[in-house]
């Protein structure tokens, strides 16, 4: 990876729906050139994806929250995914630190979010020492 391949990952982050001929324009190479550069990153797997990103509030989930959550070790993986399983979870991961699994929560309001909580996310087998924090505002992503 060079500068010209950084600049592009970072125009593309900004908006995955640039135009490759604006990206040319920019770097100063042409169309084919950035095409090229984009599908190697794509081949390595340095781009895994092209996503929108979306207002959580706009779609009626007044409600964010990081969830940390603990779980019997023998249940990691097995509540990792029944965690994913979960509609209003948006991201999961595994963790080293404080928490085992970590999980971003959409909820319609903070009653909801305890309902999430109590009756699905806590439900799940081995799960322990759920531990929310609400998101008040987001300052980057």
Same mark, same amino acid.
Request: aromatic share 2%; proline share 2%; hydrophobic share 40%.
């Given at each position: 990876?060079?500068?010209?391949? %950084?600049?592009?990952?970072?125009?593309?982050?900004?908006?995955?729906?640039?135009?490759?001929?604006?990206?040319?324009?920019?770097?100063?190479? &042409?169309?084919?050139?950035?095409? !090229?550069?984009?599908?190697?990153? $794509?081949?390595?797997?340095?781009?895994? %994806?092209? &996503?929108?990103?979306?207002?959580?509030?706009?779609?009626?989930?007044? &409600?964010?929250?990081?969830?940390?959550?603990?779980?019997?070790? *023998? !249940?990691?993986? $097995?509540?990792?995914?029944?965690? @994913? *399983?979960?509609?209003?979870?948006?991201?999961?991961? &595994?963790?080293?630190?404080?928490?085992?699994?970590?999980?971003?929560?959409?909820?319609?309001?903070? @009653?909801?979010?305890?309902?999430?909580?109590?009756?699905?996310?806590?439900?799940?087998?081995?799960?322990?020492?759920?531990?929310?924090?609400?998101?008040?505002? *987001?300052?980057?992503?």
């Amino acid at each position: 990876m060079d500068e010209k391949d %950084r600049v592009i990952i970072e125009l593309l982050v900004s908006d995955s729906r640039r135009p490759f001929t604006e990206i040319a324009e920019r770097i100063g190479v &042409t169309e084919a050139t950035v095409r !090229n550069r984009v599908s190697s990153l $794509e081949e390595r797997g340095i781009i895994k %994806r092209y &996503t929108v990103q979306l207002d959580h509030k706009k779609m009626g989930y007044r &409600t964010k929250a990081l969830l940390g959550l603990d779980v019997e070790p *023998e !249940n990691l993986i $097995e509540a990792a995914e029944k965690l @994913s *399983e979960i509609e209003e979870v948006r991201n999961v991961a &595994t963790c080293a630190g404080d928490h085992m699994l970590m999980a971003e929560i959409w909820a319609e309001d903070n @009653s909801h979010l305890g309902e999430i909580m109590s009756e699905k996310i806590g439900k799940i087998e081995g799960a322990k020492n759920l531990c929310p924090a609400i998101v008040m505002e *987001e300052i980057k992503g």
